[in-house]
């Protein structure tokens, strides 16, 4: 009822419904401990290696506890285990599986759905998943994200361009060329990452001239095809105008990074977490990443399961309490770097690389690069898909292969899909689902969520 609404309503009155959404979804994030982990976390800045473990080894052992106690899933996995609590025992505790979450999902919850801050995930390997946090669980990771973003000169309220997967725009704002809506009471202007075609570019350009955010955050594939078009055309951005670029949900690779900070001649400070409730990883002044060990317990597996340097990240969360994340797999990878320290004063263990991709994508006439992170965004509140690929061959046609648990996966749920879809392509687009068994790895060993082979054809 709300979205009907928000769609009819003139922008003015959008823009209002904005600012009341933030203002209630802020009040839950910035209340409560809040601002004493935020103080909590600055204080602790300069801890050396072995404070910070004793402080992992402690939020370990209470989230265990708590779990077992609390969700009928762990109490069942851990059943007749010893030690549980022990960081020194993790490895005896079962690897959770993205699959095995989501099937066992509403036993793994400690807290009801009407208590919880609700996350709806995606995720690039196609299984969507509702996630319960409590209001503890959210205050404090964003009194992490935020301290992290202090460092740059960031609080809530100064003048920020945020690029993230929100459908937010109408027919009358694209015919109006206008792809972006405001919130003026915390001085946020959130641009639509739907419509990033040539034919709009100079319009979000324009507006960032006009804007002028100090931050920008989000999704940096969209940041990226706005800096491209400006040094294309020659166009100049002006000097000490925005302050730091924080990019979210996609990777950043070396090349996008100097072109962003080439272009809007600002830094890029780049972070991982996940919508599920990942432990953070946050890139220090030095341009070093650091695990952020307060938030979290990063275990870097090879294919059997033992530690390595460079392998998939199996993350325990501390900031999962209303949806227990514990030895969960969440299908990523990354690279340590065993030898460095850095001299910025973090002590944490440093990153060496968060292995991703930022180039997959797909293409519409009408609404031009769709990326990964809004490609993901199709399986928000979507039950039953179990895995997804997407291949284009045509300008004008999708074929989308899912293999789905027929128990959960209805007709309403397709159409859902469905009409996310087309919120990011458009109505022009032909779009083909096929339901399959089973949907094949390369053989390079990986699995591919999006496979665009016209990319020659996209200028």
């Excluded at 904005?18 to 103080?39: D, E, H, L, P, T």
């Excluded at 060329?177 to 075609?197: E, L, P, Q």
């Excluded at 997959?360 to 399986?379: A, P, V």
């Amino acid at each position: 009822m709300l979205d009907f609404i928000y769609k009819k309503s003139p922008v003015f009155i959008q823009n209002i419904m904005i600012s009341v959404f933030n203002y209630i979804a802020y009040k839950k994030r910035y209340g409560g401990q809040y601002y004493y982990k935020k103080k909590l976390y600055r204080n602790n800045e300069h801890l050396t290696l072995k404070e910070l473990k004793i402080i992992q080894k402690r939020k370990f052992s209470n989230l265990v506890e708590y779990s077992f106690k609390n969700s009928n899933f762990y109490n069942k996995l851990y059943n007749g285990l010893e030690e549980i609590n022990d960081l020194d025992n993790i490895n005896q505790l079962p690897i959770l599986d993205k699959e095995l979450l989501r099937s066992e999902i509403q036993d793994v919850y400690t807290i009801k759905k009407n208590n919880s801050i609700l996350a709806k995930t995606g995720g690039t390997t196609g299984k969507s998943l509702e996630v319960f946090f409590k209001k503890n669980d959210m205050q404090d990771r964003f009194a992490l994200l935020d301290n992290f973003r202090a460092k740059s000169g960031y609080k809530l309220g100064k003048k920020t361009a945020v690029f993230s997967g929100k459908d937010i725009l109408v027919n009358r704002d694209i015919n109006n060329g206008v792809f972006w809506k405001t919130d003026y009471y915390y001085n946020v202007r959130y641009y639509s990452t739907f419509h990033v075609k040539p034919l709009y570019l100079v319009k979000y350009l324009e507006n960032l001239l006009d804007y002028k955010p100090r931050y920008l955050v989000g999704f940096p594939s969209t940041m990226l095809e706005i800096a491209n078009y400006g040094i294309r055309n020659n166009i100049e951005f002006p000097k000490n105008i925005i302050l730091a670029i924080f990019p979210t949900a996609e990777t950043i690779t070396d090349k996008s990074r100097s072109t962003l900070e080439l272009f809007f001649k600002a830094k890029v400070f780049d972070q991982y977490a996940s919508s599920e409730g990942a432990p953070f990883i946050f890139e220090c002044i030095k341009g070093n990443l650091h695990l952020e060990l307060q938030s979290g317990v990063y275990e870097v597996l090879d294919a059997a399961d033992n530690n390595c340097s460079q392998g998939r990240l199996v993350i325990t969360s501390f900031t999962s309490y209303g949806t227990p994340l514990i030895r969960y797999d969440i299908g990523d990878r990354v690279e340590l770097d065993n030898l460095s320290s850095c001299s910025c004063g973090n002590n944490n263990p440093i990153v060496k690389r968060i292995l991703g991709r930022i180039d997959d994508f797909i293409y519409s006439k009408e609404n031009g690069k769709i990326n990964l992170g809004n490609i993901s965004n199709t399986l928000k509140g979507v039950n039953g898909i179990k895995k997804i690929q997407v291949i284009q061959n045509y300008l004008d046609k999708l074929n989308i292969k899912l293999v789905v648990d027929s128990v959960f996966y209805s007709a309403d749920d397709q159409a859902t899909f469905i009409k996310n879809w087309r919120a990011r392509v458009g109505e022009k687009m032909e779009i083909n689902i096929t339901i399959l068994d089973d949907i094949p790895i390369e053989k390079s060993g990986k699995f591919r969520m999006v496979k665009n082979n016209i990319k020659d054809l996209i200028k």
